[in-house]
C-alpha cells in the first residue's frame, strides 16, 4: 500500500504528530545554538531530560570547557556545573562549531545575542548568521524555535524568509517556526529556566502544541500557547514596562528632591494604595535585557513614535548626569567646586550583588565626570578591576558617591568613611543609607529623591 502523498494542512499535522510522539518519548533530536546564560542551561536541562541534544557555538574556548564537562558562566549559578558534567558524561550533551551536526536534528532552539544597534534598532548579525548555517542543513519538518529576544514581527519577516532562501523549503510546510523568550536571569539561571512561566509562540496551533509538549520536559511553570508576535510581544513589553515604571520611579525622585519630599517615604505610602507599585529611583538603568528591549518593542511599529518608551528611555539614561548634579551641590554645600574634585565611586556592575557590568550606569557616569573635569577612583568588591581596599579610594577623596546596593556596603561605618574624606560629602543614589544618620556622621548628603535640609537644619 503506498501512502497517500499528503498536502498542506494535512501534511503539516502528520509532520507535527510524528514530532510530538518523539518529545513524548524523548526520542526528539534537538540542537541549542548560543551556548551562553541562555543557551547553555537549556540544552543542559534538555540533556538531563533524557534528549540528546547538539550544543553549537562559535567560541572554541567555551566548547573546549564544555566538551571537558565544565561550565564557562562566570559567577553562581546553582546546579549548572554539577548538570553539565553530568550530561556531558553520559553523552547526552555534546557540542560542536560544525553546522553539519545538525543535518539530522528535530528541534532547533536558537539562543544568540540579539542587541541594538546605536540607532536603536535590532542589530540580528548573530542570528541571521544562525538562520543562514542552520538553513543550509536542516532537515524536512524541522521545529526552529527563537528563545532570543526579538522585535514583533522577526520571526515572520526575518527568520522564515531567511529559512525558506537558505533552504528552499517553505514555512509551515518544510519546516516550523516558534518562539518561546527566555526569563533567565544571571545568578539563577537554573531556578528561572525550570521554575517560570514561558509563552509557547508556534507558527501554527499545531506547532505551538509541540513546543508546550517540549518544554514541559524541563520546565514547571504555566506554558501558555499563543503564536509567534504574541510572544515576540509578551517579552518585549514585559521589560518595557519595567523600564517604563523605573523612568517614573525615577521622575518622582527628582520630584521629590525640588519639592521638599521624600521618596521612600512617598513610594511606600502610595504603594499602600491598591494596584499601585512604585518601583525604585536610582542611579540608572543597566544590564542587557531592560535597556534594548524597549527598543526591539518599538521596532514593532516603526510608523508610530513611540513617545512613551523614548521618553522612559531618556530619563532612566539621564540618572547617572542627575547623580553627578547631586555630587556637585554637595560639593558646593561644602565650599568645593566639582572641576578638580576627586570622588569615591562605590560600586560598578549593573546590579547589586552582581558581577554584570553591561551598561552599567557608573560607566556613563565616569564619562560625565570625566567630562567636567571631575577624578573619580572606583571600587567594587565584584568587578575584578575594582576589587582593591575600599578604605584607600576613600582615603582623601571630595565626595563619596554610592552608586550600587552592593550588601557588602550596607554595613559601612559613616564616621570611618567621613574620617577618610578629604571633603566630606557623601552621595546616595541607591537608597541604601539613613540620611539623619550621614549627617550625624559629620557628612555633607546628599540623597537620592530626598530634598536638600533645609538651612535652617531641619532634616528631610
Ligand atoms: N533598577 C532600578 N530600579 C528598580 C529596579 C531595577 O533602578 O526598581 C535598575 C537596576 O539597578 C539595574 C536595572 O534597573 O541597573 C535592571 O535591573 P533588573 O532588576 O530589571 O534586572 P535585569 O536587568 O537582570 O532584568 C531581568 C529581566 N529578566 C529577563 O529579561 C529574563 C527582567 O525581565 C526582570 O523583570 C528582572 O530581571 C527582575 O525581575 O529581576
Not at 273 to 302: E, F, Q
Not at 357 to 384: I, N, Q, S
Not at 426 to 434: C, E, K, L, N, P
Request: glycine share 10%; aromatic share 4%.
Amino acid at each position: 500500500m503506498i501512502a497517500p502523498v499528503l498536502h498542506g494542512r494535512k501534511k503539516e499535522d502528520a509532520v507535527m504528530s510524528k514530532l510530538l510522539e518523539l518529545v513524548e518519548r524523548k526520542e526528539a533530536k534537538i540542537a541549542v545554538i548560543g551556548l551562553g546564560y541562555v543557551g547553555l542551561p537549556v540544552a543542559a536541562c534538555l540533556a538531563d531530560a533524557g534528549f540528546s541534544v547538539t550544543g553549537v557555538d562559535l567560541k572554541a574556548d567555551r566548547l573546549a570547557r564544555i566538551a571537558k564537562g565544565e561550565c564557562p558562566i562566570e559567577g553562581e549559578e546553582p546546579g549548572l556545573a554539577p548538570m553539565i558534567t553530568k550530561v556531558v558524561a553520559e553523552k547526552k550533551l555534546v557540542v560542536t562549531n560544525d553546522y553539519k551536526n545538525l543535518a539530522d536534528v528535530d528541534i532547533v532552539l536558537i539562543d544568540v545575542d540579539t542587541p541594538v544597534e546605536a540607532d536603536n534598532k535590532p542589530a540580528y548579525k548573530a542570528l541571521r548568521g544562525a538562520c543562514e548555517a542552520l538553513g543550509a542543513v536542516m532537515k524536512e519538518g524541522i521545529l526552529v524555535i527563537v528563545e532570543s529576544t526579538i522585535a514583533p514581527g522577526t520571526v515572520d519577516k526575518v527568520v522564515a524568509p531567511l529559512l525558506e532562501k537558505v533552504s528552499g523549503k517553505k514555512r509551515n510546510e518544510g519546516f516550523f517556526l516558534g518562539h518561546c523568550p527566555e526569563r533567565v536571569m544571571p545568578g539563577r539561571l537554573l531556578q528561572n529556566l525550570t521554575q517560570l512561566s514561558r509563552v509557547c509562540g508556534g507558527s501554527t496551533p499545531e506547532t505551538a502544541k509541540a513546543m508546550v509538549a517540549l518544554y514541559r520536559s524541563i520546565v514547571k511553570g504555566d506554558l501558555d500557547e499563543a503564536d509567534c508576535v504574541t510572544a515576540e510581544l509578551v517579552k518585549t513589553a514585559e521589560n518595557t514596562y519595567r523600564d517604563v515604571n523605573i523612568a517614573f520611579a525615577n521622575e518622582l525622585a527628582m520630584i521629590c528632591e525640588s519639592s521638599g519630599g521624600k521618596f521612600l517615604r512617598v513610594r511606600e505610602l502610595v504603594n499602600k494604595s491598591p494596584g499601585r507599585n512604585v518601583l525604585l529611583s536610582g542611579a540608572g538603568v543597566g544590564g542587557h535585557c531592560i535597556t534594548k528591549d524597549p527598543w526591539l518593542l518599538a521596532h514593532g511599529a516603526p510608523g508610530l513614535d513611540t513617545k512613551v518608551i523614548a521618553a522612559a528611555r531618556a530619563r532612566n539614561d539621564g540618572m547617572p548626569a542627575h547623580v553627578l548634579s547631586l555630587v556637585e551641590s554637595g560639593l558646593a554645600e561644602a565650599g568645593k567646586k566639582l572641576a578638580g574634585a576627586k570622588l569615591a565611586i562605590l560600586g560598578f556592575s549593573y546590579l547589586e550583588d552582581s558581577d554584570d557590568t553591561r551598561h552599567a550606569p557608573t560607566e556613563y557616569f565616569l564619562g560625565h565626570a570625566k567630562a567636567a573635569g571631575v577624578e573619580c577612583v572606583v571600587h567594587d568588591p565584584y568587578v575584578e578591576e575594582f576589587k582593591g581596599d575600599l578604605w584607600k579610594v576613600l582615603e582623601g577623596a571630595d565626595a563619596a558617591v554610592v552608586m550600587v546596593a552592593h550588601t557588602a556596603y550596607r554595613s559601612l561605618d559613616l564616621h570611618a568613611v567621613a574620617s577618610k574624606l578629604r571633603t566630606k560629602v557623601f552621595v546616595d543614589a541607591r537608597h541604601v543609607f539613613d540620611v539623619g544618620a550621614a549627617r550625624a556622621a559629620g557628612l555633607v548628603v546628599r540623597s537620592l529623591g530626598n530634598a536638600v535640609a533645609a538651612k535652617d537644619g531641619v532634616s528631610t
